[in-house]
């Protein structure tokens, strides 16, 4: 069996300081670890992904998650928030041997303020 | 850019209609699925095909069935309405089963059942 937890609702955070949105895993064999990110009345949109290889992943519009194994985690982080980085942010997994289904998160709400 | 469209953006029926939502994708992807989302529960997953006339169940199918006559196109079917299927219904396709392939979303169809 595969889950994922994002264990805040909410995170507020101020323009130009750093963001991090949480998220962790359980999968039997090796994951593939996916973020999508989604703005008001809209589709979700990929934002990057980690399959294997280096830790630390860069992806979209200035966003990098870092993937730890012993902590079975894949946080979602930028350096400098921008005000039009609010949105609805999802975690998804999938186990790279099991099922081929994804996944998701419930969803963790960013909200910039200026 | 892979384009996956959604046949309506907003969608307003009564108790008992069934319901047609169609998604078209255009990049020959192999799988195509339909979530809804609800506040707080995230995204669930009601119906998955992963080929032409192939379909598998999500964790939802109750009060939906699906069609894939053509390789670009998936229908969700709501047999008859009802007012607890007034949600945000999402299209995705994704290239094959096997890989770590990332899914893209179409623009979500937000449905309306008085």
């Known amino acids: 069996a595969q889950s994922v937890a994002q264990p805040e609702d909410q995170v507020n955070v101020a323009e130009g300081n750093p963001l991090t949105v949480k998220c962790t895993y359980s999968?039997?064999?090796?994951?593939?670890l996916f973020w999508y990110v989604q703005y008001p009345n809209r589709g979700l949109q990929f934002l990057l992904k980690?399959?294997?290889?280096?830790?630390l992943v860069k992806g979209s519009y200035g966003f990098e998650a870092e993937f730890n194994k012993s902590q079975t985690s894949f946080h979602l982080k930028k350096p400098s928030a921008l005000v039009s980085d609010s949105a609805l942010y999802f975690c998804?997994?999938?186990?790279?041997?099991?099922?081929?289904?994804?996944?998701f998160g419930r969803g963790t709400s960013l909200i910039v303020h200026p | 850019d892979v384009k996956v469209t959604q046949s309506s953006r907003y969608l307003v029926k009564r108790t008992g209609e069934k319901v047609f939502l169609e998604c078209v994708q255009d990049?020959?992807?192999?799988?195509m699925f339909w979530y809804r989302q609800d506040p707080g529960l995230g995204l669930r997953l009601i119906y998955f095909?992963?080929?032409?006339?192939?379909?598998e169940k999500g964790d939802i199918p109750e009060g939906y069935s699906v069609s894939r006559e053509k390789k670009e196109r998936f229908s969700l079917i709501l047999e008859s309405a009802s007012t607890n299927q007034t949600s945000m219904y999402l299209c995705?396709?994704?290239?094959?089963?096997?890989?770590?392939?990332?899914?893209?979303f179409g623009p979500g169809t937000r449905l309306t059942v008085t």
């Open positions: 980690y399959i294997t290889g280096d830790n």
């Open positions: 990049m020959d992807h192999e799988n």
């Open positions: 998804a997994v999938r186990d790279n041997r099991g099922s081929y289904i994804p996944t």
């Open positions: 095909s992963y080929d032409v006339k192939m379909k």
């Open positions: 999968v039997s064999g090796n994951p593939y």
């Open positions: 995705a396709s994704r290239g094959t089963s096997s890989g770590p392939y990332e899914q893209y």
